[in-house]
Nanobody, 117 residues
Framework: VQLQASGGGLVQAGDSLRLSCAASGGTFSNRRMGWFRQAPGKERELVARITPGGITYYADSVKGRFTIARDNAKSTVLLQMNSLKPEDTAVYSC????????????WGRGTQVTVSS
């Protein structure tokens, strides 16, 4: 399984970014998909996740600003990030869970998101 994330960059506070993650090497329509982030000196945290049926979860820190979506036909998961804040600065990685499970199994290489004030 390979997960390839893209879309990171350097933006100013209040700007938007859209992250995309393409999954390959398996079947993903029956797996949870999600986005994690890790800032320097901090633990990795779950930002958002989406079930095969489209049920979403967001961390409180991003609720109302970030939107996760998936395209099962293309095996992709997206993260639309609006109203970005400096505290959103981190390396963002996508992940997939074991089929029919909530246990995360694979993480892709991250993409850097830097938000300047």
């Amino acid at each position: 399984v390979q997960l390839q994330a893209s879309g990171g960059g350097l933006v100013q506070a209040g700007d938007s970014l859209r992250l995309s993650c393409a999954a390959s090497g398996g079947t993903f329509s029956n797996r949870r998909m999600g986005w994690f982030r890790q800032a320097p000196g901090k633990e990795r945290e779950l930002v958002a996740r989406i079930t095969p049926g489209g049920i979403t979860y967001y961390a409180d820190s991003v609720k109302g600003r970030f939107t996760i979506a998936r395209d099962n036909a293309k095996s992709t998961v997206l993260l639309q990030m609006n109203s970005l804040k400096p505290e959103d600065t981190a390396v963002y990685s996508c992940a997939v869970a074991i089929a029919f499970s909530n246990q995360w199994q694979y993480w892709g290489r991250g993409t850097q998101v830097t938000v300047s004030s």
